[in-house]
């Protein structure tokens, strides 16, 4: 059957200047020393739940709104189709304000989780649209415009999560506009051809049309961001490269609490979307050479032929809940991350169970597993660097210790993240009436 013809992109896994823009991301000692500062205050963030009022009070006193009334919070994310990373920073941020409205473009509460359901989620007119929540990714084009037809008037901090069109919200002049960019989106910028080769030929042909008109409403609606808040320093590398635009590193959220250690080492695991990007069939194929037991969670338009190439030590399990993975997770012997992310949460997850992750050399994982005593890092991606690799690793793999593993995990928690993010926010709502502080430039030159 002949693949209809569109303009869809893979989900993500995950400075011209005006009045708004005056408020910019520069000089990085700045910024360093304004983020040591703040987050150097003792008792952990007790000032969570008072935050709205305090940073409230803080604008009213550099000539912003009264404090009379409780700061309002809106949550922008891309779309609420399904719970990967970028929703679980998306779970976290209600955390940190409970009374915070969520826009999305699209919204399928059957794919979200219950706590995700319990909030005040507001959708565009894309979701009006027979098919919307299956075929969101085909209505690319659409989405800037439906995205300026949300009403942030009343809200003074918007919060943004980025990899699909978010960031392009209209706020209030006034308000505060903190980007968490997960990633430039990738399908227009440095994936555009590998994006675009999967497509048929009408699709290859809408894309190359429409492309250049969403990086130029791309770049142009980044100077509606006061603040750029990166989730790696890859990612903050790609902010600076397509958007001229500084930002502040601060990793997402990963419940390590929920993950637990066991002894148990069974089979090596590949989790993750099925997709061209990711490289499971490096995994596969690597398994399959060496005999080793390989499990397979997730699903992706690369089933089939990954079925077609695997031996018969790889067991393919498909989508599975979360408590599942984790049980995987713990009794693995190692994760196999061959893909490039910009940030990875399944590798730091795995490290939560004291599993070691044996991931490709690129992107957020230089980040994350980041020591011989965490996993191993290959340089090629390719089959033969991955089978290298893994027999380096069972050399070793009765001296890894899965506590120490655990321990390495920690700084990537959920409460360092509200910690890290939380002190960020107080300290631009405080400032936030003042220009003159200027604390965040546009980089120079």
């Known amino acids: ?106 919204c399928n509460r059957d794919r979200i989780s219950d706590f995700l359901k319990t909030r005040n989620i507001r959708t565009s007119f894309l979701q009006k649209i027979p098919g919307a929540q299956r075929h969101y990714t085909k209505m690319l084009p659409l989405m800037p415009f439906a995205l300026e037809q949300f009403d942030l008037q009343d809200y003074d901090l918007v919060l943004s999560s980025e990899s699909g069109p978010a960031k392009g919200i209209i706020t209030r002049a006034d308000a505060l506009h903190v980007c968490y960019c997960h990633s430039p989106m990738r399908y227009i910028w440095d994936q555009f051809h590998v994006y675009r080769h999967g497509l048929p030929w009408v699709g290859r042909a809408l894309m190359s049309i429409t492309a250049p008109m969403l990086r130029a409403w791309d770049v142009t609606t980044s100077s509606r961001v006061d603040v750029f808040v990166a989730n790696s320093d890859y990612v903050a590398s790609r902010i600076r490269r397509f958007y001229d635009r500084e930002s502040i590193v601060i990793h997402p959220p990963v419940a390590t609490d929920d993950l637990l250690v066991w002894e148990g080492i069974e089979f090596y695991l590949y989790a993750g979307q099925l997709t061209t990007y ?4 490096i995994a596969v194929r690597a398994c ?39 049980d995987h997770l713990s009794r693995c012997r190692a994760l196999l991350f061959p893909g ?16 070691p992750v044996l991931a490709f050399d690129a992107g957020g994982a230089r980040e994350t597993v980041s ?24 050399e070793v793999e009765d001296d890894i210790d899965p506590h120490a593993i655990r321990a390495h995990s920690l700084k990537f928690s959920s409460a360092v993240f509200r910690d890290r993010l939380s002190s960020l926010i107080e300290q631009q709502l405080s400032t936030h009436g003042d220009r003159s502080a200027e604390v965040f430039r546009r980089r120079p030159g």
């Open 1 to 106: 059957m002949a693949r209809r013809a569109s303009c869809r992109i893979p989900e993500p896994d995950f400075d011209e200047c005006g009045s708004r823009a005056d408020r910019r991301c520069g000089d990085t000692r700045s910024i360093e020393l304004t983020l040591k500062a703040t987050t150097s205050l003792p008792d952990a963030r007790a000032f969570l739940g008072d935050a709205p009022v305090m940073a409230k009070r803080r604008v009213a006193e550099a000539g912003g709104a009264s404090d009379t009334k409780q700061l309002r919070v809106a949550i922008v994310h891309y779309w609420l189709v399904s719970m990967r990373g970028d929703e679980k920073v998306v779970e976290e941020l209600c955390r940190m304000f409970p009374q915070a409205d969520i826009f999305t473009l699209v």
């Open 278 to 281: 990711k490289r499971p069939d």
């Open 288 to 326: 399959t050479e060496a005999g080793r037991k390989l499990v397979v969670i997730g699903e992706g338009e690369q089933l089939a032929y990954l079925k077609s190439i695997a031996g018969p030590t790889v067991e393919f399990l498909g989508h599975q809940p979360f408590n599942v993975l984790r």
């Open 340 to 355: 490039t992310e910009d940030f990875g949460i399944l590798p730091v997850e795995a490290m939560a169970s004291g599993r």
């Open 371 to 394: 020591s011989p005593q965490v996993g191993f890092r290959f340089g090629q991606q390719t089959t033969e660097a991955l089978l290298e690799t893994m027999a380096a690793f069972e």
